[in-house]
């Protein structure tokens, strides 16, 4: 007994001194961790209508006036299609060990299905992967980054089981490709945003807005295709191409606001909501939907008069496919919400929809908001999340394939440092304390870039891009001088902090 308080008192004091004080000492990082940097094909590419290219329905979405909150479009953005290679020496000058780009599905397949590959789309990933490898950077290679071909959404998109089919046959074509170089896979970035956000609110593309109902469609039929690319390179090319494929997971840490049992248990179910419901499937000894989603959903659903719960079942045969296929738990990271039963009242979200299934009054505490409030600095919140993922799912091999912060401009971003600063420590704290294995650190992102319906005035930048220049030159932040040391040193310096200099793209 004496023992066990003993260790409780070392784990009270290390998690109090971890969770209150800054970044105290110099700590080297572990061996073998790889560092990175991310952005996506629909967010820096442009080159909308570039050869046979076809519309993605974010080329659809941002045309419609009033969507994106600044009025702008993702038509050209920092044209990385016309100036890639100055990304890569962007990414040399950072010493990154790998770059996390994706894949325009319309660029390389204009009619969305697999009968025509466009030699100019292909060609153009294959050109940037080639560069990136002879400038000594490793590719990590998202497929579906939530630019989905127009012509596939007029058939329904993600709410067509088909389009377990049609991401198979891309998938094929894009092993087929560029696997001999490619050797990791990301089949599908974030479901949760991509699809919530996308067919349950009036947010994202494609805005079908069906709550707590199309978009619970959307997810099952998400992760069978996931799991049909998975098994697709499992059976088919992992001998030959010795790569690994996987899915990325937003997860964000989601716990009860007080330590009362409702609240602590309505933190559980946000978690859920936020993240088990893609990574319970694939991850989870057991696989199918988190049992407290299950239920919940199924009584309310019945509440409201509804003859069979809205989240559709996953059949036995279904739940098998699923389960076991993802060689890596994808990552990505942004902040914590707390969820609270006071306040709460029914009809305080349309009835019925995800935020009305959760049933919850949600906030950032007293933490000091982000200028995106999504990217609220909370760094124990990824120490939790990640012991969260280790806990549930027998501590698999995780990749962060994001983590960052917003702002609305600026070049000395001392705050973004602060925060890379403070979630890297957490990180450290996760895997030398907790043992959780984290294999890659990935900064969201190289550049600023097209922030979905926040447009360009979102920053996220390591480099600033000037949109006003027919150029759009790049311009290195502090943050891009800090990130850059980190990487040199392979250690988190809290003291650490670089003189400006002016550096260009
Ligand atoms: C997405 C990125 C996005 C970032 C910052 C993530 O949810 O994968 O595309 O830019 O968050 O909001």
């Known amino acids: 007994m004496r023992v066990l308080c003993h260790i409780l008192a070392a784990y009270l004091a290390v998690t109090w001194v971890t969770a209150n004080s800054p970044v105290a000492e110099m700590r080297k990082l572990p061996e073998g961790l790889k560092l990175g940097v991310a ?20 080329d659809t979405y941002s045309h419609i006036p009033g969507k994106i909150k600044d009025g702008t479009d993702g038509n050209d953005t920092c044209k990385s299609y016309e100036f890639y290679q100055r990304d890569i020496q962007m990414l040399k000058f950072l010493g990154v060990d790998f770059y996390r780009f994706s894949i325009s599905w319309p660029r390389v397949l204009p009619t969305g299905f697999a009968n025509k590959i466009s030699e100019d789309g292909i060609g153009y990933y294959s050109r940037l992967v080639d560069e990136l490898l002879a400038n000594g950077i490793e590719p990590v290679v998202t497929m579906f980054h939530w630019d989905l071909p127009q012509s596939l959404q007029d058939l329904g998109g993600w709410a067509n089981p088909l389009i377990a089919d049609w991401f198979e046959d891309y998938a094929r074509v894009l092993y087929d490709a ?7 896979w990301i089949t599908l970035n974030e479901p949760k945003q991509m699809i919530i956000f996308g067919y349950g609110m009036e947010r994202f593309a494609p805005n079908i807005v069906s709550p707590g109902i199309g978009d619970y469609i959307a997810v099952k039929n998400a992760l069978l295709a996931h799991a049909r690319a998975w098994h697709l390179y499992d059976k088919e090319y992992r001998e030959k191409q010795k790569g690994t494929c996987g899915i990325t997971i937003a997860t964000d840490f989601r716990e009860g ?29 057991t696989g199918g939907f988190p049992e407290r989603m299950i239920k919940r959903i199924a009584e309310k659903s019945a509440e409201q008069g509804f003859p069979r719960s809205r989240l559709p079942e996953l059949s036995q045969k279904e739940i098998d496919y699923i389960k076991g296929t993802s060689d890596f738990y994808g990552f990505n990271h942004y902040s914590t919400k707390f969820y609270t039963a006071d306040g709460y009242k029914k009809g305080m979200y349309s009835i019925p929809s995800y935020d009305d299934d959760i049933g919850a009054v949600t906030n950032y505490k007293d933490y000091t908001p982000a200028p995106t409030i999504h990217t609220t600095k909370i760094p124990n919140g990824i120490r939790k999340a990640l012991n969260w993922v280790k806990d549930n799912y027998n501590n698999p091999t995780v990749l962060i394939t994001e983590n960052g912060y917003g702002t609305f401009g600026g070049n000395n971003d001392i705050d973004r440092i602060d925060y890379y600063k403070a979630y890297l420590d957490a990180i450290l704290d996760a895997i030398e304390l907790d043992g959780c294995k984290v294999a890659t650190y990935t900064a969201w992102s190289l550049m600023d870039n097209f ?3 926040s447009g360009l005035g979102a920053k996220f930048g390591l480099f600033e891009v000037d949109f006003d220049d027919d150029q759009r030159t790049r311009k290195a932040r502090l943050s891009a001088l800090w990130y850059k040391n980190f990487i ?5 310096d809290p003291e650490y902090m670089p003189e400006f200099e002016e550096k260009w793209f």
């Open 451 to 453: 922030e979905w319906d």
């Open 178 to 184: 560029l696997g001999d170089r490619v050797k990791t």
């Open 257 to 285: 606001l007080s330590d009362t049992p409702e609240d602590v248990e309505l933190g559980h179910l946000a978690m859920d909501f936020e993240a088990g419901f893609y990574s319970h499937p694939i991850f989870s000894s």
């Open 488 to 492: 040199a040193q392979r250690s988190l």
């Open 39 to 58: 952005t996506a094909s629909f967010q820096i590419e442009g080159g909308w209508n570039a050869a046979d290219k076809s519309l993605s329905i974010w």
